[in-house]
């Protein structure tokens, strides 16, 4: 049954007589079948990985693909790519920065707007990621910092952990703690104007791009 059979079926019921012959039926009575989307998943290691830098990719995101061996690296590789030598990070971002890098940790009294996007870019981690809807998500945590770092800026560099990696938004959300700043990033920012052009770079930085840390 689909949601639209569900809608139609509840108002037939309450448009029938009750079986008291009083009136017509409550809509609560009206069965309601369970929930058909998922909430769970099976896809896992490999495969997963796979789906979400598929995902990012079609969003216009750049995707890398590295292990922890590589991952400097990598890193390295995408600041040197976009010529990023002035980067903001979050207070406690625990990642290996190459040395042409000069990193400002974004703590009390915080960047000013005009400061932010003065960077060449900023480098976050990461709290969940969902492979199904190539969505990055970030919490306020300390590796991530603030949602101002990673939406001034026109360039954001993020690293996701393969354990980070989820297929279905449930799943995400379970993991999430409740009451925390959370940026749901799904590619670049992005609009469309009135005659459907593409616009990037309206709300959020103009290019996104991941590393995907295997295990």
Do not use: K
Not at 9 to 21: E, L
């Amino acid at each position: 049954m689909s949601a639209r059979d569900d809608v139609l079926a509840r108002i037939r019921a309450a448009a029938r007589t009750g079986a008291d012959g009083t009136g017509p039926a409550s809509f609560a009575a009206a069965p309601s079948p369970g929930p058909r989307y998922r909430t769970r998943s099976e896809l896992a290691g490999p495969e997963l990985l796979e789906l979400l830098a598929s995902r990012l990719t079609d969003y216009r995101a750049l995707v890398h693909l590295a292990s922890a061996a590589t991952l400097a690296d990598e890193i390295g590789a995408a600041l040197r790519r976009r010529q990023a030598r002035r980067i903001v990070v979050p207070p406690a971002l625990r990642l290996p920065l190459p040395g042409f890098v000069t990193a400002t940790a974004d703590t009390r009294p915080f960047l000013s707007p005009a400061e932010l996007a003065a960077f060449d870019g900023v480098v976050t981690r990461a709290a969940v990621a969902v492979a199904e809807t190539g969505t990055i998500v970030l919490d306020g945590s300390p590796d991530q910092g603030r949602r101002a770092i990673s939406l001034v800026p026109d360039y954001h560099l993020c690293v996701v952990e393969a354990g980070q990696v989820v297929h279905l938004v449930p799943e995400a959300v379970a993991r999430l703690a409740a009451g925390r700043p959370l940026t749901w990033i799904s590619g670049p920012s992005a609009t469309s104007d009135i005659e459907l052009e593409r616009v990037e770079g309206v709300h959020g930085p103009r290019t996104l791009e991941v590393v995907l840390v295997s295990g």
